[in-house]
């Protein structure tokens, strides 16, 4: 069996966060650890309040993990602010040949800010150029590049603005397009779509945390960057349509779809 690891914080409702990362690593058949950045007050209406953990607990979550068990892939979500990015990024360094994928949270489905300016520039400086692959939504890829993203178009130029500032690769993700749900990939040579009919729903809570979550377990099991993008694109959108509703707010995806409807193996 491989092991992955999600750096993140914790969601009560467990649609989003370690909580949705887990599920996820478990439907590929991964092994899931956990270091939590946060622990948040929060359900499928959104998010009510944060407290993030002291730096050196979360480093200490990370090294003692990787003292024990073998690393074979990373997920960073929730890193709370610009110490516990900080501390993440020492512990990481440490151990240059782990794929890390980097989901930069930096704004709640409800709308609720995760991030301040200095935790962004924190993780532009520290955390995208040790990451293999980051995952930003449209928001996100506006924060971290001060363009404007709308289209497609805009969405592969961003893809290249991120690459110089040191990402390895990305995935600009679609959701907030209007029609499909269009992901770009781009690994600074080639450029690769990912579209996929937009399901109407509003159970999206945790999307952004599974499909990464999803790579990470993909690549843990040995997969090509590229075709672990593909894989968990499939996955994500497979989630989506098979998610059931519950709670008030936005519910959560299926995990389990896979299971439970008989579909193909992802592995």
Do not use: W
């Not at 622990?39 to 993030?52: F, H, L, S, W």
């Not at 520039?121 to 924060?143: F, G, M, S, W």
């Not at 690549?219 to 989506?240: C, M």
Request: glycine share 10%; net charge negative.
């Amino acid at each position: 069996m491989r092991h992955a690891l999600t750096i993140a914080g914790s969601d009560p409702s467990g649609g989003a966060g370690i909580q949705a990362d887990l599920k996820t690593f478990a439907a590929f058949g991964v092994y899931g650890m956990s270091a939590i950045t946060a622990a948040t007050v929060q359900n499928t209406c959104g998010v009510r309040e944060a407290q993030a953990l002291k730096p050196g607990l979360v480093a200490a979550q990370i090294g003692c993990l990787f003292e024990d068990i073998r690393v074979d892939a990373v997920k960073i979500g929730m890193t709370a602010d610009a110490d516990v990015i900080s501390a993440i990024a020492g512990e990481l360094r440490k151990h240059p040949g782990v794929p890390v994928v980097l989901d930069p949270v930096m704004v709640s489905t409800s709308g609720h800010a995760l991030l301040d300016p200095a935790a962004v520039h924190a993780l532009t400086r520290q955390l995208l150029p040790l990451a293999a692959l980051i995952t930003p939504n449209l928001p996100e890829t506006t924060v971290l590049t001060g363009r404007e993203v709308r289209t497609v178009e805009d969405m592969r130029t961003a893809a290249v603005d991120l690459i110089a500032l040191g990402a390895r690769a990305v995935v600009v993700k679609g959701g907030h397009l209007d029609g499909d749900a269009v992901d770009v990939f781009f690994d600074g040579r080639d450029f690769l779509l990912l579209p996929q009919p937009r399901v109407a729903t509003r159970n999206t809570h945790g999307t952004g945390c599974t499909f990464s979550s999803a790579v990470a377990a993909a690549l843990a099991n040995g997969k090509p960057l590229p075709d672990a993008v593909r894989v968990a694109k499939t996955y994500i959108s497979e989630a989506i349509a098979h998610a059931e509703t519950l709670g008030h707010g936005h519910g959560p995806v299926n995990h389990f779809y896979a299971a439970t409807f008989g579909s193909a193996d992802l592995l």
